[in-house]
Nanobody
């Protein structure tokens, strides 16, 4: 019912910036809270950021607070992740996900997932 496609990943030097986009194919995008998650090789999937349906409530992992910004444009059915001051430890596959209700920091509560986009930060 919800198809998510991420874009914007790539290779950037440490300290650089990157903006990820997640396009959602869904009838009522505003019905879904959206989150960004990441997974590095050999590590568990990690919560990055999320925001509610109207964007009024926003949540960040401590590791990205002050550096990453999540936002959404419901008119474009798109959620964004602006990443700044990137570090090598930010290297991971970044995926967006959608949920109608649940815990934004719990991966299993999300209903739909994109396939992810690779972000590599060189030192």
């Amino acid at each position: 019912q919800v198809h998510l496609v991420e874009s914007g990943g790539g290779l950037v030097p440490a300290g650089g910036s990157l903006r990820l986009s997640c396009a959602a194919s869904v009838r009522r995008f505003s019905s879904y809270g959206m989150g960004w998650w990441r997974q590095a090789p050999g590590k568990d999937r990690e919560f990055v950021a999320a925001l509610t349906q109207n964007g009024n409530d926003i949540y960040y992992a401590n590791s990205v607070k002050g550096r990453f910004t999540i936002s959404r444009d419901n008119a474009k059915n798109t959620v964004y992740l602006q990443m700044s001051r990137l570090k090598p430890e930010d290297t991971a596959v970044y995926s967006c996900a959608a949920l109608r209700s649940g815990r934004y920091t719990v991966g299993s509560d999300y209903e739909y997932w994109g396939q992810g986009t690779q972000v590599t930060v060189s030192s």
